[in-house]
């Protein structure tokens, strides 16, 4: 059974969303060298796609949870949930 690739082997559990970000530049700047085989670009690859989803999950996450504060011409500035923004707008 062939050795696989390291990078496809590190498991998301307690993977904050730099250190995803950074193993997925990581990913990129290798592919791009083109020093990698076939077999280690598809790994990596693979990796890279479930990192980059993993990422966008984590943004949704925080955009969630993100409030925003907008001014409310007679009490001042307010805080608003971020989904409770857009209707305001």
Not at 60 to 85: C, N, P, Y
Request: net charge negative; glycine share 4%.
């Amino acid at each position: 059974m062939a050795k696989k690739n390291e990078i496809t082997e590190i498991s998301f559990e307690n993977l904050t969303f730099e250190q995803a970000l950074r193993e997925l530049q990581n990913i990129v700047d290798k592919l791009e060298t083109g020093q990698v085989t076939l077999e280690e670009a598809i790994e990596m690859y693979e990796r890279g796609v479930k990192l980059s989803k993993y990422c966008i999950e984590k943004l949704t996450q925080a955009e969630l949870r993100i409030r925003k504060i907008i001014k409310d011409e007679s009490q001042g500035f307010t805080l608003i949930d971020f989904e409770d923004f857009n209707n305001k707008i």
